[in-house]
């Protein structure tokens, strides 16, 4: 039970719309009442009549009253780093719903797109760079899953090389990591949150979102996702591009190879000039740094001579990034 509050802390509005959704979602057929009372009795989110805690934060008119860590923070940073000054923040704070839906938009308007034609649809397709399903799967997952009597809140970091999502919580006993990358069983953190969220097709109750995830990274190009125990919080990460740490190592980049990566991910470019600026080698080491990585297929040449001549990330390596990780 959700302690002080009542029924009319719960936005009936919402509770309409949300039943309107599930069944347009074709997963809610109701039968008997509509009001909102029996909704959330139908959802198991009352108890002796009073509201749960998942009924105010899925349905509450003010659910920051009763949670203060409810929140989603997002950020931009230019750079490969958390590092100031940060290019933009936003805390997003309110109904679950709303706030998957802001934290999602927030990182797209970050993301390089591609427009496309109308052959197949009226409407023009777009393409982000990482796919809109891969980033909602990752932001549900942690306001789904997180544990809600920590009193931290979730992080969305949108880096100029990947995304993190940090979700403050752990993944349930008896499921790891490297589970995630398997067919498994669904095993919700908190079930009556899942539920609503399963009717509007925002998760799935077979446990295949996380493998959803790594086909969908895998059929864009980009390396799969990584899943992660940093101490009270679980992290997910999203690469932007092929070029991950682990791409870098297995090429057996030099330490000024890999600032001069760093340097291109940030800039989008770089230059002979600007890489002995970084590393203080000669110009003919700085060549030589250069041309090893366009032989790799790691960078490519913009012009032939002359101070015009700079360097910028290849698209992709063909590389079977199952053996990558």
């Known amino acids: 039970m959700c302690e002080g509050a009542t029924l009319r802390d719960i936005d009936n509005a919402q509770v309409s719309d949300f039943v309107e959704t599930a069944e347009a979602k074709g997963r809610l057929a109701l039968r008997g009442s509509r009001s909102p009372k029996a909704v959330l009795q139908n959802f198991n989110l009352l108890r002796d009549g009073k509201p749960t805690n998942a009924a105010m934060l899925l349905f509450g008119k003010n659910p920051r009253r009763f949670f203060n860590n409810a929140q989603v923070h997002c950020f931009h940073f230019l750079g490969t780093e958390k590092r100031k000054p940060i290019a933009s923040q936003q805390p997003y704070e309110g109904r679950l719903l709303e706030v998957i839906d802001q934290a999602v938009e927030f990182v ?52 100029a090389d990947r995304i993190e999502v940090w979700n403050p919580g752990e993944l349930p006993p008896g499921l790891t990591p490297e589970m995630l990358r398997e067919p498994h069983g669904p095993i919700p ?104 990585l366009v032989r790799k297929g790691v960078l490519l040449k913009i012009g032939k001579t002359g101070r015009s001549t700079h360097y910028v990330l290849a698209c992709k390596l063909d590389i079977n990034w199952t053996n990558w990780t």
Request: hydrophobic fraction near 40%; glycine fraction near 6%.
């Open 108 to 159: 797209l308007g970050k993301l390089d797109r591609s427009v496309g034609t109308r052959i197949k649809s009226t409407q023009v397709p777009i393409e982000f760079e990482i796919p809109r399903s891969v980033i909602t799967e990752a932001i549900v997952n942690a306001v789904t899953h997180r544990n809600y009597r920590h009193n931290g809140f979730v992080q969305v970091i949108v880096f």
């Open 189 to 292: 953190h908190n079930p009556l949150i899942a539920k609503p969220l399963f009717r509007v097709k925002y998760v799935e109750k077979a446990g295949t979102g996380t493998t959803d995830m790594i086909a969908d990274c895998r059929e864009a190009g980009l390396p799969e996702p990584d899943f992660e125990q940093h101490g009270p919080h679980f992290v997910v990460t999203l690469w932007r591009d092929w070029l991950t740490q682990a791409v870098m190592t297995r090429l057996a980049l030099s330490e000024r190879q890999q600032q001069a990566i760093h340097h291109v991910k940030t800039t989008g470019k770089i230059t002979n000039q600007e890489l002995r600026g970084l590393t203080g080698v000669v110009i003919r080491t700085a060549s030589r740094d250069l041309k090893d």
